[in-house]
């Protein structure tokens, strides 16, 4: 049996994912996940932050990398706290956390760039 078979894809059900690193992606629906994920985590959508901790709306999140904002010259600096978040896990683009930062207004972030306070 190849590790294709033994890894079908959780959110589609996909039988042709490929490894990457350390995560595996999917063809078809484009998912990435990590083989320890269980399937009920990534049916469910679960976001969560660069250290592994799982995100929910309302939560208060900050920036660990500075981000460049498409069309401004100005960044989103290392540090800045931003709160009540809303998860938006479908979103196409990879921006799943929709919020408001002081300064900017409304944006979408990844959550690879956040850490949860």
């Known amino acids: 049996m190849s590790e294709e078979e033994q890894h079908p894809c959780p959110k589609c059900e996909s039988p042709y994912p490929y490894p990457s690193g350390s995560l595996w992606i999917c063809p078809e629906c484009a998912f990435e996940w990590s083989p320890e994920l269980t399937a009920e985590e990534a049916a469910a ?11 929910k709306d309302g939560d208060t999140v900050t920036v660990i990398k500075d981000l460049k904002i498409k069309g ?3 960044a989103v600096k290392v540090g800045t706290k931003v709160k009540n978040i809303k998860l938006n896990p479908d979103s196409g683009d990879g921006h799943d956390i929709s919020c408001k930062i002081d300064g900017f207004g409304a944006m979408g972030l990844k959550s690879e760039y ?3 306070v």
């Open 45 to 55: 959508n679960v976001i969560r932050d660069a250290n592994g901790h799982e995100l």
């Open 114 to 116: 956040v850490k949860k």
């Open 72 to 74: 401004s010259s100005n």
